[in-house]
């Protein structure tokens, strides 16, 4: 299947990328149901979130018949008997219509991913590849360990990993970036460099919850790597 994929891949991006302005070509579905999303740069990611929009609705209380009737005694006794008159009757069974607020975006899993963890913890760029080594707590901080592999000829001194944590459910936690891989200056032997596999300390994060990430659903998206 992914000789087959890599086939249509590359069709699609020799199709499109003469006249293609944006980053994004294409979007396939392969046979395991999951998205691919193709880029001009002739890189492609698996779409793994998506957006759902639902409009809060808030009701409104109504006041009690007897507290009406009383708000409109007391605006009577204050303006001339002519306005009594005029004030309309307050009837118990009077309705209550629920008012919608605009609508609340929020971010999640897509079904693809839940059913198919595997698409997630990993992530490639220009060669240098992150995975999701190991992870342990203390108190409530959670620690990340990474494995690093490198098949890029540059040598690698800083990779900036944007990690988006999603509970049990699917539901986006927060997003945080991590400096995942830094070398020391001027120390050759802390670069990454072609062919080595490395692993790192752990990284503490904050803010997670235990018991709402017991299947343990991240995503890892590389956004900057530097080298020397």
């Known amino acids: 299947m992914k000789t087959k994929f890599n086939a249509i891949a590359s069709a699609l991006l020799l ?3 003469p006249a293609a302005m944006a980053a994004d070509v294409a979007v396939i579905t392969l046979e395991n149901g999951a998205n ?3 880029k001009d740069d002739f890189t492609w990611e698996y779409i793994i979130t998506e957006t759902v929009t639902q ?3 808030v009701t409104q209380v109504a006041a009690s018949p007897a507290v009406m009737a009383k708000s409109v005694s007391s605006t009577a006794t204050a303006v001339a008997p002519i306005a009594v008159a005029n004030t309309p009757t307050v009837s118990a069974k009077t309705p209550v219509e629920p008012s919608i607020s605009p609508a609340i975006a929020t971010t999640r899993l897509t079904a693809a991913a839940m059913a198919q963890p595997s698409l997630l913890g990993s992530t490639a760029k220009d060669g240098i ?7 342990q707590w203390k108190g409530d901080k959670l620690g990340l360990v990474f494995d690093f592999d490198s098949t890029s000829d540059d040598h690698v001194t800083v990779v900036n990993v944007e990690a988006s944590f999603f509970d049990d459910q699917g539901g986006l936690i927060k997003t945080e970036t991590i400096e995942a891989w ?3 200056f001027r120390m050759p032997e802390t670069y990454l460099r072609k062919g080595q596999h490395r692993q790192t300390t752990p990284f503490w994060v904050e803010g997670i919850n235990k018991q709402q990430w017991q299947k343990q659903l991240i995503s890892l998206k590389i956004i900057e790597i530097e080298s020397r």
């Open 36 to 38: 691919v999303r193709l």
């Open 182 to 184: 830094e070398a020391i």
């Open 129 to 135: 590849k992150v995975t999701l080594a190991n992870t």
């Open 55 to 57: 409009p809060v609705v």
């Open 15 to 17: 199709l499109f990328a």
